[in-house]
């Protein structure tokens, strides 16, 4: 492999990657995103779909982005323009590292703005804020912490200070040692969480909303709903795993690390939604609530039950744990890029970064009050943010990373970071060439 750059960190074990890469996928789009995309796009039929988009979509171009960063060992921007010249081709697939260092930037403003909510609420909690709420209470306690810029602000700025603090702490410092202590606590309070929910009445009924699709109610909609979600959910397209594979040596086995990744993060959406749907059905709440779901919805179990302050605040911390794990993530590769292109160090590009992207999660988080009637294309800036990344440049990215990896990049490198037997490579190039752009273009078009 090409030497290792000075300054340029390296994981220290191939299970600290895997567990930073689980960490990145494993974030709020397991636990707040997925239960409500599901509820707003009619349960089982959604799931379907997401599934197979993990499978068939998510899982290769993991492999692509993963393989794009460990044969550049740079920031993926110039990870992109490395390898297309040392492959004859264009300089303009240089596009797809600077959409997805984009979009990972742009992602993080809004993302930060929600992981303050979970440390709002995990103070609420801890305090015993939810004993005795109602559904009423619970709704207007969500609604009153977004009417009120100031105190979203002090939460967003928390939670990006934090980030930030991790980060500068470099790889196997900071993001590697973070995911390490905080993925394994997070998967053991789903579990009860997740018992919780089966000793409840509307367990039935969740794992028949998750589980029996009725595919009458996909629509195009639906459907490129689920690709974007399969993407942002592996953190995919946004040049958050070409960072995280140019830390990586040679000894990992791509496609097994890779699906360690895309299990655990299905498990933990499909835990999640074991563990949130049954309260709403017990307690007669709407599954399509929206992005308030999981904020209306826990608070009133943890209110109502013995140890709830406890698990209240265990649930908000680990909740918290996952948006950090991702979003120390999401801020990586603007800081690779930053620390590699510019003379900063690591400690001033994360300083840089942050505060560029803490601002414009201002906008954002202004945009529930203050703002809430400047809209764009018919979009608050939030909503505006959160679909250009995960219906645009999120796709675009990705099929660019697999395109370039399955039709540019010399066959024997390819062949060789993978380590496969002749039959193997030959599924593997029909995947990567055909099934997953395929895939990602007619989803494209057929939402048009
Ligand atoms: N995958 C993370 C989640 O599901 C979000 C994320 C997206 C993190 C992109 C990093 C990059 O919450």
């Given at each position: 492999m090409s030497a290792v750059k000075q300054g340029h960190g390296q994981w220290s074990s191939r299970m600290g990657f895997v567990l930073a890469a689980v960490g990145s996928a494993v974030g709020l789009g397991n636990i707040w995103k997925f239960p409500y995309m599901v509820g707003q796009s009619g349960g089982a039929a959604f799931v379907a779909v997401y599934l197979v988009c993990i499978a068939l979509i998510g899982l290769?171009?993991?492999?692509?982005?993963?393989?794009?960063?460990?044969?550049?060992?740079?920031?993926?921007?110039?990870?992109?323009?490395?390898?297309?010249?040392?492959?004859?081709?264009s300089k303009g697939w240089v596009m797809v590292g600077v959409s997805g260092t984009l979009?990972?930037?742009?992602?993080?403003?809004?993302?930060?703005?929600?992981?303050?909510?979970?440390?709002?609420?995990?103070?609420?909690?801890?305090?015993?804020g939810f004993s005795g709420m109602d559904s009423?209470?619970?709704?207007?306690?969500?609604?009153?912490?977004?009417?009120?810029?100031?105190?979203?602000?002090?939460?967003?700025?928390?939670?990006?200070?934090?980030?930030?603090?991790?980060?500068?702490l470099g790889v196997s410092g900071g993001l590697?040692?973070?995911?390490?202590?905080?993925?394994?606590?997070?998967?053991?309070?789903?579990?009860?969480?997740?018992?919780?929910?089966?000793?409840?009445?509307?367990?039935?009924?969740?794992?028949?909303?998750?589980?029996?699709?009725?595919?009458?109610?996909?629509?195009?909609?639906?459907?490129?709903?689920?690709?974007?979600?399969?993407?942002?959910?592996?953190?995919?397209?946004?040049?958050?795993?070409?960072?995280?594979?140019?830390?990586?040596?040679?000894?990992?086995?791509?496609?097994?690390?890779?699906r360690t990744v895309a299990i655990m993060d299905t498990v933990i959406a499909l835990g999640a939604g074991l563990a949130i749907f049954p309260i709403v059905f017990a307690n007669g709440l709407d599954p399509a609530a929206g992005p308030g779901?999981?904020?209306?919805?826990?608070?009133?179990?943890?209110?109502?039950?013995?140890?709830?302050?406890?698990?209240?605040?265990?649930?908000?911390?680990?909740l918290t744990f996952a948006a950090l794990t991702s979003a120390i993530s999401l801020l990586e590769p603007s800081v690779e890029?930053?620390?590699?292109?510019?003379?900063?160090?690591?400690?001033?590009?994360?300083v840089l970064a942050g505060v560029v992207i803490w601002a414009l999660g201002i906008a954002a988080l202004l945009s529930f009050n203050v703002w809430s009637d400047v809209l764009i294309f018919g979009n608050n800036?939030?909503?505006?943010?959160?679909?250009?990344?995960?219906?645009?440049?999120?796709?675009?990215?990705?099929?660019?990373?697999?395109?370039?990896?399955?039709?540019c990049l010399n066959r024997d490198s390819v062949r060789e970071e993978l380590d496969l037997s002749s039959g193997?490579?030959?599924?593997?190039?029909?995947?990567?060439?055909?099934?997953a752009p395929i895939g990602v273009i007619v989803v494209f078009v057929s939402s048009l």
């Amino acid at each position: 492999m090409s030497a290792v750059k000075q300054g340029h960190g390296q994981w220290s074990s191939r299970m600290g990657f895997v567990l930073a890469a689980v960490g990145s996928a494993v974030g709020l789009g397991n636990i707040w995103k997925f239960p409500y995309m599901v509820g707003q796009s009619g349960g089982a039929a959604f799931v379907a779909v997401y599934l197979v988009c993990i499978a068939l979509i998510g899982l290769p171009i993991i492999v692509a982005e993963w393989m794009i960063g460990r044969r550049g060992q740079k920031n993926p921007i110039n990870s992109m323009a490395d390898l297309a010249e040392a492959n004859g081709r264009s300089k303009g697939w240089v596009m797809v590292g600077v959409s997805g260092t984009l979009a990972g930037f742009l992602i993080l403003s809004f993302y930060s703005v929600i992981g303050g909510w979970a440390l709002s609420y995990l103070l609420d909690a801890l305090s015993g804020g939810f004993s005795g709420m109602d559904s009423d209470a619970a709704g207007a306690a969500f609604n009153g912490m977004l009417g009120n810029p100031g105190s979203l602000t002090i939460w967003h700025t928390a939670f990006m200070a934090l980030t930030a603090g991790v980060v500068a702490l470099g790889v196997s410092g900071g993001l590697e040692r973070a995911s390490k202590i905080l993925m394994p606590a997070l998967g053991v309070l789903l579990a009860l969480m997740v018992g919780y929910g089966a000793a409840s009445d509307g367990f039935g009924r969740a794992l028949e909303y998750l589980f029996a699709p009725d595919f009458s109610k996909l629509t195009g909609e639906v459907v490129l709903a689920a690709l974007g979600h399969a993407f942002f959910t592996l953190s995919l397209g946004m040049g958050v795993m070409i960072a995280y594979g140019s830390y990586l040596g040679q000894k990992v086995n791509l496609l097994r690390a890779a699906r360690t990744v895309a299990i655990m993060d299905t498990v933990i959406a499909l835990g999640a939604g074991l563990a949130i749907f049954p309260i709403v059905f017990a307690n007669g709440l709407d599954p399509a609530a929206g992005p308030g779901l999981i904020f209306v919805t826990l608070p009133l179990v943890f209110g109502k039950i013995t140890g709830g302050v406890i698990l209240g605040t265990m649930f908000f911390l680990l909740l918290t744990f996952a948006a950090l794990t991702s979003a120390i993530s999401l801020l990586e590769p603007s800081v690779e890029l930053l620390q590699e292109r510019t003379p900063l160090g690591r400690v001033g590009a994360t300083v840089l970064a942050g505060v560029v992207i803490w601002a414009l999660g201002i906008a954002a988080l202004l945009s529930f009050n203050v703002w809430s009637d400047v809209l764009i294309f018919g979009n608050n800036i939030f909503d505006l943010l959160d679909k250009l990344t995960s219906k645009f440049l999120l796709p675009l990215t990705a099929l660019g990373a697999v395109v370039f990896v399955g039709w540019c990049l010399n066959r024997d490198s390819v062949r060789e970071e993978l380590d496969l037997s002749s039959g193997g490579f030959a599924l593997w190039n029909l995947v990567v060439r055909f099934v997953a752009p395929i895939g990602v273009i007619v989803v494209f078009v057929s939402s048009l």
